[in-house]
């Protein structure tokens, strides 16, 4: 098992940064992938983005490249989404997820196990 436990949200004005966390602990040699999802009230969660545990290869969905940047500390077991020229569409339940074998990034049923989420609130 792996256990997920994100930090870093809050409430940011229009065009500021913030940056999310997500440590793992457990069995984290199993995993292969980490990714970041986005949920709002009343819809699925949506990718936003993924990182692959070794190589460090970085997945993003386009509403957020060049914007978002994803990295990880492999000796810290923590995966960071880092979020610049945020807008009010990215106001969202933030979630880390991970993946024990390589079957894609942007859908969340390919993920095995999540954190408990972390609002994010871009205010206009």
């Known amino acids: 098992q792996v256990q997920l436990a994100e930090s870093g949200g809050g409430l940011v004005q229009v065009g500021g940064s913030l940056r999310l966390s997500c440590a793992a602990s457990?069995?984290?040699?199993?995993?292969?992938?980490m990714g970041w999802f986005r949920q709002t009230p009343g819809k699925e969660r949506d990718f936003v983005a993924a990182?692959?545990?070794?190589?460090?290869?970085?997945y993003y969905t386009d509403s957020v490249k060049g914007r978002f940047t994803i990295s990880r500390d492999k000796a810290k077991n923590t995966v960071y989404l880092q979020m610049n020229s945020l807008k009010p569409e990215d106001t969202a339940v933030y979630y880390c997820?991970?993946?024990?074998?390589?079957?894609?990034?942007?859908?969340?049923?390919?993920?095995?196990?999540w954190g408990q989420g972390t609002q994010v609130t871009v205010s206009s």
């Open positions: 457990g069995r984290t040699f199993s995993m292969y992938a």
């Open positions: 997820a991970a993946q024990k074998a390589p079957r894609g990034v942007q859908s969340e049923r390919l993920y095995d196990y």
């Open positions: 990182i692959s545990w070794n190589a460090g290869i970085t």
